[in-house]
T-cell receptor, first 109, second 114 residues
């Protein structure tokens, strides 16, 4: 079956760095996506990786290793507004998105 | 610019009652349209997707149905709600013909079935 695993919850301190991991097992691979979802709101797109390596976008970076079925989202200089759930999703061989359950990130002052 | 709206935002319905959630997209033509359900502690579950008017693909057998009467309108319906239908429903669109996972979501509709 297809599976996306990510930690349920993480806690970090304002101003620090946090890394949210995601491992996947899917039938085919056409890219990995990270979305941010604030409580009670809809998800918003953060990043897309289809090749191995690091993609940087401001304070957020996303890394992919296809051979290991692994990705991480790195958040630097954490701000209180970064408190949210972070969803990992993989596009499979049919270009359908398989979603992880999300990681709830709690930022403490 | 493109926008997506869905409504109602919240609703409380008794078991056995009908349901209609509506979603409209503006600023783009022939978008791919999706209905997802999000249950607490679980990943987004794709319910239906559509690549064009009248073309609906169902991912999960259930008592829900979807229709696309116009290019940028997507409706989720049920004739008789079950308790298990409670959840957060999200409509989304993606660029036509694009095989990417960049989805743009509506505000969401929180359904409670009592």
């Amino acid at each position: 079956g297809q599976n996306i695993d990510q930690p349920t919850e993480m806690t970090a301190t304002e101003g620090a760095i946090v890394q949210i991991n995601c491992t996947y097992q899917t039938s085919g691979f056409n890219g990995l996506f990270w979305y941010q979802q604030h409580a009670g709101e809809a998800p918003t797109f953060l990043s897309y990786n289809v090749l191995d390596g690091l993609e940087e976008k401001g304070r957020f970076s996303s890394f992919l290793s296809r051979s290991k079925g692994y990705s991480y989202l790195l958040l630097k200089e954490l701000q209180m507004k970064d408190s949210a759930s972070y969803l990992c999703a993989v596009s499979d061989s049919n270009y359908q998105l398989i979603w992880g359950a999300g990681t709830k990130l709690i930022i403490k002052p | 610019s493109q926008t997506i709206h869905q409504w109602p935002a919240t609703l409380v319905q008794p078991v056995g009652s009908p349901l209609s959630l509506e979603c409209t997209v503006e600023g783009t033509s022939n978008p791919n349209l999706y209905w997802y359900r999000q249950a607490a502690g679980r990943g987004l579950q794709l319910l239906f997707y559509s690549v064009g008017i009248g073309q609906i693909s169902s991912e999960v057998p259930q008592n829900l149905s979807a229709s696309r009467p116009q290019d940028r309108q997507f409706i989720l319906s049920s004739k008789k709600l079950l308790l298990s239908d409670s959840g957060f429903y999200l409509c989304a669109w993606s660029a036509p013909g694009a095989h990417t996972g960049e989805l743009f979501f509506g505000e969401g509709s929180r359904l409670t079935v009592l």
